[in-house]
């Protein structure tokens, strides 16, 4: 009998291309690709949208409201060969990656009844294993006996740059420090949040990817994998 695909977390701070790596995984070794950080960004675009969002300051009672009426959708685009972001039905995949979305998410993603929630639905997801998921709790809450676990993340500052590249490529108009300064406003805000704060777990393998290509990463990532995976009863 076939084994059953393990499962992957791929935890660690914002901008380290944990997205680009997993996408890469998931595609060689035939895996899902979850994003769980478009989950965050899409019930803050909807937090947005209703006006529940002022000053960075979230009204809970109208955001708890909403939470459950939320459709989630993430398709394949054939064409772009990556998963897309939906909102109810509507395509969101441009609109949850901007800076206002940006700006807004750490303050969402730190309310323990919006991670009860997603946390939920993420187990769910992976319930028959083999998935590649990204996020920030991933080894610590939503799988903590996952089989391989990885923590990515390099300098603020390459982080940065890299951002910055990205956005000012679609268009978006931004500077360097801006870009960094959210860069880490993030990180501090993941790190020091109260429920499911960003943390290494001990069993998870470090990847720092400063000086490291995509090419050099995803190779050691995908050894390891299967290396577990073989040695998997
Ligand atoms: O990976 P990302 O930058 O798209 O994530 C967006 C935000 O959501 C980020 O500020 C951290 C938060 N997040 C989280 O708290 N837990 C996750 N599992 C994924 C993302």
Do not use: C, W
């Amino acid at each position: 009998m076939k084994k059953k695909g393990l499962i992957v977390a791929v935890d660690g701070h914002s901008s380290t291309g944990k997205s680009t790596v997993s996408k890469i995984l998931a595609a060689r070794l035939g895996y899902t690709y979850i994003d769980t950080g478009a989950m965050y960004r899409i019930v803050t675009l909807k937090a947005m949208r209703d006006g529940l969002i002022r000053d960075g300051k979230v009204d809970d009672e109208g955001l708890k409201r909403v939470l459950p009426t939320i459709v989630f959708g993430f398709k394949y685009d054939e064409g772009k060969r990556r998963y897309e972001s939906y909102m109810d039905g509507e395509y969101v995949e441009a609109a949850i990656r901007g800076m206002d979305v940006s700006g807004n998410v750490s303050v969402v993603a730190a309310l323990p009844y919006v991670r009860e929630l997603l946390v939920e639905k993420q187990r769910e997801m992976a319930r028959e294993g083999g998935v590649i998921m990204d996020g920030r709790d991933i080894g610590s809450v939503v799988f903590p006996n996952a089989e391989v676990k990885f923590f990515m993340t390099a300098s603020p500052e390459v982080r940065a740059e890299r951002r910055y590249k990205e956005l000012t490529e679609k268009g978006e108009r931004v500077t360097y420090e801006e870009v960094e300064a959210n860069v880490r406003k993030r990180d501090y805000i993941d790190e020091h949040r109260e429920t499911a704060p960003l943390v290494r777990v001990p069993d998870a393998v470090l990847i720092d990817n400063s000086d490291m290509t995509v090419e050099e990463e995803v190779e050691k990532m995908i050894q390891i994998i299967r290396s577990r995976y073989e040695s998997r009863d």
